[in-house]
């Protein structure tokens, strides 16, 4: 077992790839056929420099280390620009190599394409130091679109801390931007870079100074700081974005625990880009064996039930509460190879926080035996554990998965949950078993529901699907139907259809026109969360399993299999019509009116029992207020307040607390996809082992 050390350091009169004579190289090392490091791009040079260091394990000296250098050419393929071999049999050990490493083309072994120059050190590792942790890159979905750099743990590796702070980031706005489209405008979007992080912004269409105001969090992984990349983009459709410029942020100049505002010029372009930048320490993000268990200490548990106690309120707001997530073992899991095994590892989930376990190779049955700390920052998050089957010369393959929402984990309590497909809407083969621990303050994660969602860096950009814009379109006709039905109610009412009804309902017209005061409006839907309650827990309750949305989503994957099976069949030319992009738009203008009336539908029908208590409260405090406050005074207050935000906080995020809280309620369809599955017992080859003893 070895351990090499490399540092890339620049690279020298490289290949001209792009027809500007210039090239937006990157470097990727390779072992076996394993790439094992990708470096940051280093836009619009032939001479690079890029600084960057890797530590790699590895088992054996008879494969070289493989070193290929691409141009990044956006949407498209990448170049190729050269590559070289370092044979790791004629490096000195524990010594560091100065080594420069002649690019070549093997079809074209005349053309001159430069030089890399490379540190390395080798050195030779004990049996018992594996104590190393890796930094990998691997593709968790085929798509190379959504590659990500990943933590991966040996064995052996008791107890990491992954990363040092929090880089807190606030896009304000855009400046006199480049013009880049016809009508002497732009719709521009900004793309962040820290490492292998990633953030993409809003697009704002047509015009040259956007106002974002948009917040997000990277991971700061070097004590230092690092180089943060920004490029600027306008978005076209049907066609390939333009560049409006770029710039960087070196964050080791900058201050802990203080908020920066920097204007930064874009290079190469026009204009200006405003931000906030803060840097804050580090989260508690760990990872560790079931013998190092913080829970288990009485000590540690009591400080961070200290930590997060109803006296603690105003200490922190950000840090609502503390997870920890045991990942035991898992059963049954589906072969994925021809040897029928599998090679499994999970990746642990909790919005940006991403932490992976070790592989356990040729085993349907792996166990894991490890424990995962996260600080809470939203109550409402969802917990994903996924397993997948690692191969060392493609993508990993997907195993299954579960998606747990924190309201609803039972701490302490070790559970089988069974694994879902990739849309979680269905069973797929095996179970894993989890111990999860959820401490948090309640009155923060109340404060917490009413401001904007943590928007998840690398997403799936959703395309046209038949399926999709079907189940969407028939989820607004049932938010709409509801409202026709009541209307006709309210019609049928005027018409007299039904005598005493229409006599009631008059006699209820009278009294409520004459005795109405604002502060009923509240009180009314109070009483309806309280009937919808009472109905709950005496029995009869009206919540109906969605067997309807069931069925779509059911649908929508098997077309989504058909797609992945015929997709390299399809031609480029047809995923790059602005028709498809408008129907997208469609589709995603249906899924929000629809999840926004499911929304509210599951607010008052208890789905989330945290958030519907939270609602009785507001619901009493607004009927408290409208009751004893005349409504001039209420108007007065809520207009000094609307017409002096941007003077008292002039870079405030603009937030709207009723659609904020409603984001936090699921949608039927996600209800569906959050549904505990009950596993098969009979299928558990440790109760097959049990009775074969009896």
Known sequence: MYQLDITLRRGQSLAARDRGGTSDPYVKFKIGRKEVFRSKIIHKNLNPVWEEKACVLIDHLREPLYIK???????????????????????????????????????????????????????????????????MRKSWKRSSKFQTQSLRLSDQHRKSHLWRGIVSITLIEGRDLKAMDSNGLSDPYVKFRLGHQKYKSKIMPKTLNPQWREQFDFHLYEERGGIMDITAWDKDAGKRDDFIGRCQVDLSSLSREQTHKLELHLEEGEGHLVLLVTLTASATVCISDLSVNSMEDQKEREEILKRYSPLRIFNNLKDVGFLQVKVIRAEGLMAADVTGKSDPFCVVELNNDRLLTHTVYKNLNPEWNKVFTFNIKDIHSVLEVTVYDEDRDRSADFLGRVAIPLLSIQNGEQKAYVLKNKQLTGPTKGVIYLEIDVIFNAVKASLRTLIPKERKYIEEENRLSKQLLLRNFIRTKRCVIVLVNAAYYVNSCFDWDSPPRSLA?????????????????????????????????????????????????????????????????????????????????????????????????????????????????????????????????????????????????????????????????????????????????????????KNNLG
């Open 69 to 135: 250098v691409f141009d990044y050419d956006f949407g498209l393929q990448d170049d190729f620009m050269g590559s070289a071999f370092l044979d790791l049999t004629q490096l000195e050990l524990n010594r560091s190599t100065d080594v420069t490493l002649t690019l070549k083309d093997p079809h074209y072994p005349d053309h001159d394409l430069g030089i890399i120059l490379l540190s390395v050190i080798l050195t030779p590792k004990e049996g018992e130091h594996r104590d190393v942790t890796m930094l």
């Open 505 to 689: 309902a008059f006699v209820l017209f009278l009294l409520i026109v004459w005795n109405f005061e604002l502060y009923m409006i509240p009180l009314l839907l109070l009483l309806l969360l309280t009937w919808n309650y009472f109905l709950i827990i005496s029995g009869k309750d009206n919540r109906q399993r969605d067997t309807v949305v069931e069925d779509m989503l059911e649908d929508e994957e098997e077309e989504d299999d058909r797609d992945d099976k015929d997709g390299e069949k399809k031609g480029f030319i047809n995923k790059i019509y602005a028709i498809q992009e408008v129907c997208v738009s469609v589709q995603n203008i249906l899924d929000e009116v629809a999840s926004l009336g499911e929304r509210i539908k599951n607010t008052f029908n208890w789905t989330v029992p945290f958030l519907s208590w939270l609602a009785i409260v507001a619901l009493c405090v607004f009927t408290a207020i409208l009751y004893f406050i005349p409504l001039r005074y209420i108007v007065l207050v809520w207009g000094i307040n609307k017409f002096t935000k941007k003077l008292r906080s002039p870079y405030a995020i603009d937030n709207n607390e009723l659609l904020d809280f409603l984001s936090r309620v699921p949608s039927d369809v996600q209800v569906v996809q959050y549904q505990e599955l009950k596993p098969d017992h009979s299928h558990s080859p440790y109760k097959r082992k």
